[in-house]
Each structure stands twice: as structure tokens, then as C-alpha cells.
């Protein structure tokens, strides 16, 4: 009877033991589920960052060309500019030229 006893006390502290490591990896199975889900999270994070990130580099490049553009419509105007302003003076001096030879 004794030696039943014991065994039955060895069981009952081998369950108690068994239930207290299967609770401890519970624990540790939804601790590491937490992670995982974390860092799919931050897995589709990066990527949605990235796609935004391509996004905007792709925004940049045709700024860019739409700035080479501009300067290009700029110097074209600014070469027609001068042109206008030089004819503008030569056609000054000829007036005046005129007027000198019409009163002689």
C-alpha cells in the first residue's frame, strides 16, 4: 500500500510537472504567434513602404524631365528675348539714321 502510495504520488507529481511545461510552451507558442503575426505586419509594412518609395522616385524622375523642360521652353525665350531687344535697338538706330538723312 505504501508503494502504491509513492507511485501514485510519483504520477500525480510527474502530471503536475507535465501540465506546468505545457502551459509554459502554451505560453511560449502565443507569445511566438505574436511575433509572427508582428512581423508579417512589418513584413507588408516594408513592402507597401516600398511601393510607395518607388512611387515617389518614379514622381521625381518625371519632375525632373518636366524641369529640363522648362529650362529648355526658358532659354528658347530668353534667346527670343534678345533677338526681339536687338532688333528692337537696330531698328531704333535706323529710325533715327532716317530721320537725320530725311532732314538733310
Do not use: F, M, P
Not at 511545461?21 to 511575433?35: A, C, P, T, W, Y
Not at 524641369?67 to 534678345?82: G, Y
Amino acid at each position: 500500500s505504501s508503494r502504491y502510495s509513492q507511485a501514485l504520488e510519483a504520477i500525480k507529481k510527474l502530471q503536475k510537472e507535465q501540465h506546468d511545461v505545457i502551459k509554459r510552451l502554451e505560453g511560449e507558442v502565443n507569445e511566438l504567434s505574436i511575433h509572427k503575426k508582428q512581423a508579417q505586419e512589418l513584413r507588408k509594412d516594408k513592402t507597401d513602404a516600398q511601393e510607395e518609395t518607388d512611387q515617389l522616385n518614379d514622381q521625381i524622375k518625371e519632375l525632373n524631365l518636366q524641369v529640363k523642360e522648362t529650362e529648355k521652353q526658358r532659354n528658347t525665350c530668353s534667346t527670343a528675348l534678345a533677338n526681339l531687344e536687338e532688333n528692337a535697338q537696330r531698328k531704333a538706330e535706323l529710325d533715327t539714321e532716317l530721320r537725320v538723312l530725311v532732314s538733310q
